[in-house]
């Protein structure tokens, strides 16, 4: 796969590289055994609509620890001229505190278009909203949702993966 090297965080773990990459169905299903993200997608065609996040997502930034393991991911929606929907927001339990988010965050922005085009959106989990205030976003009243769709709450666990 292609991939593009955006920036390598020393972490306590060691270097963490942050990439430019899409990552497969089965890596990231696997991914989010490792999460607190892995409880926020419904059960409802879940390895349907994963394989088509993945595939179809205009950004899609990792954190690759040495080895090759995946320790973070970040996906964005934009129109790369005034805004950037985080999607989706994970750091391996492992890895948390590391800094690896708020690079990605960072990083996610400024390849939707940069600081001063870009405002970025994320509809957090309740338990992140410390981090992203930490990190300078603000809640937000504006936002509206449909949420008309079937939706049942589960935690991806390893007997998800695939094959």
């Not at 059960?43 to 394989?51: G, M, S, V």
């Not at 790369?80 to 927001?89: A, C, E």
């Not at 505190?97 to 405002?119: D, H, M, P, V």
């Not at 300078?136 to 449909?146: N, R, T, V």
């Amino acid at each position: 796969m292609k991939e593009t090297i955006l920036s390598t965080l020393h972490t306590r773990n060691g270097d963490v590289r942050i990439v430019n990459r899409r990552i497969s169905a089965h890596d990231y299903i696997e991914f989010l055994t490792r999460t607190d993200l892995g409880s926020q997608y419904p059960r409802e065609r879940f390895h349907e609509r994963i394989a088509k996040l993945v595939s179809s997502v205009p950004i899609s930034l990792l954190a690759v620890a040495g080895e090759g393991r995946i320790v973070g991911v970040c996906f964005g929606l934009s129109d790369f001229s005034y805004w950037l929907m985080v999607t989706d927001l994970g750091i391996d339990r492992e890895y948390v505190t590391c800094g690896i988010g708020s690079e990605l965050i960072t990083l996610a922005r400024s390849e939707a278009g940069g600081r001063e085009n870009i405002i970025v959106f994320i509809y957090a989990n309740e338990a992140a909203v410390p981090f992203y205030e930490k990190n300078g976003l603000q809640k937000s009243g504006s936002m509206m949702e449909l949420t008309d769709v079937e939706w049942t709450g589960f935690t991806v666990t390893k007997e998800m993966l695939p094959g």
